[in-house]
């Protein structure tokens, strides 16, 4: 679920920008769209947050380590303490991956 919550929060910053610049462009329907996703994206956020809550997870904000990689720390509760951790992430994959998870959205072009 950690997983989870990263990729849909990197979906809905992605979502966000594309938006933005709809709303500037003046497509309407591209624009209604994108809204409707987003929509769906923080309901499926509600429910990741509210598991990680129940199960005492706590992810961090990214932390960029370079050009390459970047860090997620979290840390949950085990037997009346906490136990931290680090999940690193290429972002090349991150991007590869929100490709994968948006492109049932969007036609793609061949």
Request: glycine share 6%; charged share 35%; hydrophobic share 35%.
């Amino acid at each position: 679920m950690i997983e989870e919550k990263i990729y849909i929060d990197n979906e809905l910053h992605l979502l966000n920008k594309r938006l933005i610049s709809s709303e500037k462009n003046g497509t309407k329907g591209y624009t209604k769209h994108l809204e409707s996703i987003i929509k769906e994206k923080i309901q499926t956020r509600i429910e990741v947050n509210d598991f990680l809550r129940k199960n005492h997870i706590k992810v961090g904000d990214p932390i960029p380590e370079d050009d390459l990689f970047v860090e997620y720390h979290y840390s949950c509760k085990v037997d009346g303490g906490f136990k931290e951790g680090v999940m690193k992430f290429w972002k090349a994959a991150i991007k590869y991956k929100m490709k994968k998870r948006l492109g049932k959205y969007f036609i793609q072009k061949r």
